[in-house]
C-alpha cells in the first residue's frame, strides 16, 4: 500500500518555541491531507483538512492561529504548533487520501509532542 | 455528514474466546470503512477495510468484519483471542464530504484479554 512518512516521530521543545511536523506522501499524490491529535487514552480528533494550493479547513474550536498547515505541494504537508505551551503536549498523526474514489486514508507513523 | 459510533468502551474476553466489536456508522453517500488497531504508544495499523467489494471483509491476524447496510454497521470480530491482541482499536469510516473526502474516527474499544 502508499506509504505516508511523518517527521519527526519525537521532539521534545521548550515553551514559547514552535515546532514544525513534516507528513509527506512517499509513493503517491495525495490531494487531502489531514491532522489529527490524539489525548492520552482518547481516540484521534480530526484538527483540520489539509488540501494542496488552498486554505486548511480548520475543525470547530481548533486555532488556526496556533496551528499552522501549509500543503505547498501533492507530496507534502506541514503542520507547525506555534508559541507551544504544555498543554501542547500530545500525539499528532497526518493522514493522506489519494487522488483515486473511494480511496483509504493513509497514515503517518505519528509525532509525540512534549512541550516543556 | 458521516459519524462513527462504536458500542463499546471497553471489552474484556478470556484468551482463546471470540472477541466482538460493535460499529455502527451513518453516510450520506457509499462509505469506505475500516478497522485500525493501535498498542501502547504505537502508530496506527491497518486490520481490514470496506470499499464496496464482497460483505465479509477478512484482515490481518486472523480479524474480519462484515458490512451491513441494513443495519449500518461493521462489526469486528475474531474466533479465538490471543494475549497480543489486546489493544485499542478504532473503527473508521472515509466518505466523501463538502471538499472532498473526509475520515472519522470512532470513540475507540479498549480490549483487554485475560489469561
Known amino acids: 500500500g502508499a506509504v505516508v512518512s511523518q517527521h519527526p516521530s519525537r521532539v521534545i521543545c521548550k515553551s514559547g518555541t514552535s515546532v514544525k511536523i513534516e507528513c509527506r506522501s512517499l509513493?503517491?499524490?495525495?490531494?487531502?491531507m489531514f491532522w489529527y491529535r490524539q489525548f492520552p487514552k482518547q481516540s484521534l480528533m480530526l484538527m483540520a483538512t489539509?488540501?494542496?494550493?488552498?486554505?486548511?479547513?480548520?475543525e470547530q474550536g481548533v486555532e488556526k492561529d496556533k496551528f499552522l498547515i501549509n500543503h505547498a505541494s501533492l507530496t507534502l504537508s506541514t503542520l507547525t504548533v506555534t508559541s507551544a505551551h504544555p498543554e501542547d503536549s500530545s500525539f499528532y498523526i497526518c493522514?493522506?487520501?489519494?487522488?483515486?474514489?473511494?480511496?483509504?486514508?493513509?497514515f503517518g507513523q505519528g509525532t509525540r509532542l512534549t512541550v516543556v | 455528514a458521516q459519524s462513527v459510533t462504536q458500542l463499546d468502551s471497553h471489552v474484556s474476553v478470556s484468551e482463546g474466546t471470540p472477541v466482538l466489536l460493535r460499529c455502527n456508522y451513518s453516510?450520506?453517500?457509499?462509505?469506505?470503512l475500516f478497522w485500525y488497531v493501535q498498542h501502547p504508544n504505537k502508530g496506527l495499523q491497518l486490520l481490514l477495510k470496506?470499499?464496496?467489494?464482497?460483505?465479509l471483509v477478512k484482515g490481518i491476524n486472523g480479524f474480519e468484519a462484515e458490512f451491513k447496510k441494513s443495519e449500518t454497521s461493521f462489526h469486528l470480530t475474531k474466533p479465538s483471542a490471543h494475549m497480543s491482541d489486546a489493544a485499542e482499536y478504532f473503527c473508521?469510516?472515509?466518505?466523501?464530504?463538502?471538499?472532498?473526502?473526509?475520515?472519522?474516527f470512532g470513540a475507540g474499544t479498549r480490549l483487554f484479554v485475560k489469561a
Open positions: 489539509s488540501n494542496e494550493g488552498s486554505k486548511a479547513t480548520y
Open positions: 509513493d503517491f499524490q495525495a490531494t487531502t
Open positions: 470496506y470499499t464496496s467489494a464482497a460483505t
Open positions: 453516510s450520506s453517500y457509499s462509505p469506505s
Open positions: 473508521v469510516v472515509s466518505d466523501q464530504s463538502t471538499g472532498g473526502f473526509k475520515t472519522i
Open positions: 493522514s493522506a487520501n489519494g487522488m483515486w474514489e473511494y480511496t483509504e486514508a493513509f
